[in-house]
């Protein structure tokens, strides 16, 4: 997948404003409206326009796209970094066209494809509810806890520049709440109008990257080194996890790549999820003579072929 500079398709700068942006478009898509144009390429153009437009007159795709893609050059190849949009507020359910338009591939990957659930503005209105992505630590989601977090949130100043503000909330994280699962805080998404209430701002949760930690649903994995004499001989070894230290037994004749279970040691639930540990065998160097000494010992101990599948 291709990455598009919407900036440079509608031919303004990153600095523009909404209003600049508004008469370029409309003075682009004149021209290559595919009733009027003769150029060969028009409808596939007008259809560039649109969607450069439908980002960039958005404050909230916009600041999302100027946030994730200054780095980019267009046409160069691209893939969403994970997690990209965590910590940025948006109203609606996503970030989707709200139209009927059959946008890029580039433009789903960023955006999504459900359309917008705004209101019709009325006397007394509900305020429309607020979506963000924010990540957790893997040992919040095992003892809960309580946080601040910190929410970007997309406004557009009188001259038509659109820029970001900060607010900041403390949010109780549930003990055994998961990866996709959503925090519903009342009162904290949009304003209402009128005596209308304001609608409620939903969290999304995912979890920080963790050095030791991987996760799968309520299923965490660990990768446990070992000495080859422990994967041979076996061993009893502590091991942290998320929730304190366990006492682990590796049984003799463990292999590269085995799996051990530790029973409803995942993330908290009904049911709860299972810890995995992955066996790693690493060798040690031979530096020094003696440490030599002891690996022709055990290739003459032992009657191994190595490559006997192959």
Same mark, same amino acid.
């Given at each position: 997948?291709?990455?598009?500079?919407? +900036?440079?398709?509608?031919? *303004? $700068?990153?600095?523009?404003?909404?209003?600049?942006?508004?008469?370029?478009?409309?003075?682009?898509?004149?021209?290559? %409206?595919?009733?009027?144009?003769?150029?060969?390429?028009?409808?596939?153009?007008? #259809?560039? $326009?649109?969607?450069?437009?439908?980002?960039?007159?958005?404050?909230?795709?916009?600041?999302?796209?100027?946030?994730?893609?200054?780095?980019?050059?267009?046409?160069?190849?691209?893939?969403?970094?994970?997690?990209?949009?965590?910590? @940025?507020? @948006?109203?609606?359910?996503?970030?989707?066209?709200?139209? !009927?338009?059959?946008?890029?591939?580039? @433009?789903?990957?960023?955006?999504?494809?459900?359309?917008?659930?705004?209101?019709?503005?009325?006397? %007394?209105?509900?305020?429309?509810?607020? %979506?963000? #992505? *924010?990540?957790?630590?893997?040992?919040?989601?095992?003892?809960?806890?309580?946080?601040?977090? !910190?929410?970007?949130?997309?406004?557009?100043?009188?001259?038509?520049?659109?820029?970001?503000?900060?607010?900041?909330?403390?949010?109780?994280?549930?003990?055994?709440?998961?990866?996709?699962? %959503?925090?519903? $805080?009342?009162?904290?998404?949009?304003?209402?109008?009128?005596?209308?209430?304001?609608?409620?701002? +939903?969290?999304?949760?995912?979890?920080?990257?963790?050095?030791?930690?991987?996760?799968?649903?309520?299923?965490? +994995?660990?990768?446990? =080194?070992?000495?080859?004499?422990?994967?041979?001989?076996?061993?009893?070894?502590?091991? =942290?996890?998320?929730?304190?230290? *366990?006492?682990?037994?590796?049984?003799?004749?463990?292999?590269?790549?085995?799996?051990?279970?530790? #029973?409803?040691?995942?993330?908290?639930?009904?049911?709860?999820?299972?810890?995995?540990?992955? $066996?790693?065998?690493?060798?040690?160097?031979?530096?020094?003579?003696?440490?030599?000494?002891?690996?022709?010992?055990?290739?003459?101990? @032992?009657?191994?072929?190595?490559?006997?599948?192959?």
């Amino acid at each position: 997948m291709k990455f598009k500079d919407y +900036y440079e398709t509608l031919g *303004v $700068l990153r600095s523009a404003t909404q209003d600049e942006i508004k008469r370029a478009y409309r003075k682009l898509a004149r021209k290559y %409206h595919p009733d009027v144009s003769k150029d060969p390429n028009a409808e596939t153009r007008f #259809k560039e $326009l649109g969607e450069a437009y439908a980002v960039l007159k958005d404050a909230e795709k916009r600041a999302a796209y100027d946030q994730m893609g200054s780095q980019w050059k267009s046409g160069q190849e691209f893939q969403p970094p994970p997690d990209w949009n965590a910590g @940025f507020e @948006f109203s609606g359910r996503d970030f989707g066209s709200g139209g !009927s338009m059959d946008h890029s591939d580039f @433009f789903e990957a960023l955006f999504g494809r459900q359309a917008r659930g705004g209101q019709r503005p009325g006397m %007394h209105t509900r305020g429309e509810d607020h %979506h963000a #992505k *924010v990540l957790i630590d893997l040992e919040d989601a095992y003892c809960g806890a309580k946080r601040s977090i !910190s929410l970007r949130v997309p406004t557009q100043d009188a001259q038509g520049h659109v820029t970001m503000r900060e607010r900041r909330l403390d949010v109780n994280i549930p003990k055994g709440i998961r990866a996709g699962q %959503h925090l519903r $805080l009342v009162g904290q998404g949009q304003p209402g109008v009128g005596e209308g209430n304001a609608g409620d701002l +939903y969290l999304e949760i995912s979890f920080n990257p963790h050095w030791q930690f991987r996760v799968d649903g309520r299923d965490v +994995y660990m990768n446990l =080194p070992l000495a080859p004499w422990e994967a041979a001989l076996g061993c009893s070894l502590t091991v =942290p996890i998320p929730e304190g230290l *366990v006492q682990l037994a590796v049984p003799a004749g463990s292999a590269e790549g085995s799996k051990l279970r530790l #029973k409803s040691k995942g993330i908290p639930g009904n049911p709860p999820g299972d810890l995995y540990v992955v $066996l790693g065998i690493v060798l040690p160097s031979a530096d020094t003579d003696s440490e030599k000494d002891a690996y022709r010992a055990m290739a003459k101990a @032992f009657d191994f072929n190595a490559r006997a599948h192959v």
